[in-house]
Each structure stands twice: as structure tokens, then as C-alpha cells.
């Protein structure tokens, strides 16, 4: 017995044409193609995101990472960035393994202009908090 639709046209599947409806619309699906279609087009983004290289940008001193971050981000967040996700002079993170230790460090390498006292001392506390548990 066929399949009947809902305006009482018979419905036949093949393989070949897809899902076919008979009668007025004379339509054809293609479930399996439009399915094949999207898995496509989904794993090519999934691939295109999650293909990513490993290489960490360097630079030869905390300064230098420091001003080739955007103007637009606030001086905690490149004080961050610097400290957790660049490597400096071969060290990464760059900025020690305390607070206190950062404090130091950004005293010593980053120029008393680009960031204020307060600023160093919050961006160096969330630094404590986000190093990697050893």
C-alpha cells in the first residue's frame, strides 16, 4: 500500500528521485542530499574554527608586547594578555609566579606611563589568580 499525503495524492520514495509528491504541486524533496549538504557545510566550520595554530607570539621584552597590543584595551587586560599569553624573552607566563613577583617584574619592564599604580596591582591579582596550579 502506498503512502497517501494530505491531499490524497499517492507518495512514493526512491532512492534515486527523493521523496516524490503526486498531484497538483508535483514537487521532489531530497531529504538525504539536503542532509549530506548541511553535515558538509557543518563540518567545514567546525573544522575552519577549530583548526588554529599553536604558535605563541613572542616578543624581546614586556614593553614591546605591551605596545603592540590595541589602544582600545584597557591597560589591565593588555597587563594580562602580556603576563598569561605571550612569551617574553622565552618565558611564558611572563610576569613571575606571585603577585608580588609581577608587581616587580612590571615595575621593572613596563614604563610608569602606559599603566598606574592601581592598575598594576589589580591587573597583577587577577594574574595570581588565573597562573596555571602547579
Known amino acids: 500500500m502506498e503512502?497517501?499525503?494530505?491531499?490524497?495524492s499517492p507518495a512514493?520514495?526512491?532512492a534515486a528521485q527523493g521523496?516524490?509528491?503526486?498531484?497538483?504541486?508535483?514537487?521532489?524533496?531530497?531529504?538525504?542530499?539536503h542532509l549530506g549538504l548541511t553535515l558538509?557545510?557543518?563540518?567545514?566550520?567546525?573544522?575552519?574554527?577549530?583548526?588554529?595554530?599553536?604558535?605563541?607570539s613572542s616578543f624581546d621584552t614586556y614593553q614591546e608586547c605591551f605596545d603592540d597590543r590595541p589602544l582600545a584595551d584597557?591597560?589591565?587586560d593588555k597587563i594580562l594578555a602580556c603576563c598569561l599569553d605571550t612569551q617574553i624573552d622565552g618565558a611564558r607566563p611572563a610576569c613571575?609566579?606571585?603577585?608580588?613577583d609581577c608587581i616587580n617584574y612590571l615595575t621593572n619592564n613596563l614604563s610608569q606611563f602606559?599603566?598606574?599604580?592601581v592598575e598594576v596591582q589589580d591587573a597583577c591579582a587577577q594574574y595570581d589568580d588565573m597562573l596555571p596550579a602547579e
Open 3 to 8: 503512502p497517501i499525503t494530505s491531499s490524497g
Open 12 to 14: 512514493r520514495f526512491t
Open 19 to 33: 521523496f516524490r509528491i503526486f498531484g497538483r504541486s508535483g514537487c521532489t524533496v531530497r531529504p538525504m542530499k
Open 40 to 56: 558538509m557545510a557543518t563540518l567545514s566550520i567546525l573544522v575552519g574554527f577549530g583548526c588554529s595554530s599553536d604558535d605563541v
Open 74 to 76: 584597557l591597560p589591565v
Open 96 to 100: 613571575g609566579q606571585s603577585e608580588p
Open 114 to 117: 602606559d599603566a598606574s599604580t
